[in-house]
Nanobody, 123 residues
Framework: QVQLVESGGGSVQAGDSLSLSCVDS????????MGWFRQAPGKEREFVAG????????YYVDFVKGRFTVSRDNDKNTVNLQMNSLKPEDTAVYYC????????????????WGQGTLVTVSS
């Protein structure tokens, strides 16, 4: 069974970079599309990026395109989110997700959630 644990959150300044990692202790993500969501204080949870089972297809929402990069290593059961040029509006709890579907898009049903990791960006 998929069991997701995120790490890498923290407090940074605007313009800095941060890398989030997600490990599946259940070693089952090879059969899952993976993604990252985030939830800012007082706001609804929103999709950020997704990557297909093989890693060949990636999807980003407009507000992170060119700044964030999602990647995965199925042999290591990990998914990463590299975040560059961070902005204060990127402040949120970031969640790693997994879906039994082939690709992860904003409308793809999510089957598994991590516990989240907090990213705080100050101006």
């Amino acid at each position: 069974q998929v069991q997701l644990v995120e790490s890498g959150g923290g407090s940074v300044q605007a313009g800095d970079s941060l890398s989030l990692s997600c490990v599946d202790s259940g070693r089952a993500i090879r059969g899952c599309a993976m993604g990252w969501f985030r939830q800012a204080p007082g706001k609804e949870r929103e999709f950020v990026a997704g990557i297909s089972r093989s890693g060949a297809n990636k999807y980003y929402v407009d507000f992170v395109k060119g700044r964030f990069t999602v990647s995965r290593d199925n042999d290591k059961n990990t998914v990463n989110l590299q975040m560059n040029s961070l902005k204060p509006e990127d402040t949120a709890v970031y969640y790693c997700t997994a879906s039994v579907q082939v690709v992860m898009l904003p409308t793809t049903p999510v089957n598994y959630w991590g516990q989240g990791t907090l990213v705080t960006v100050s101006s």
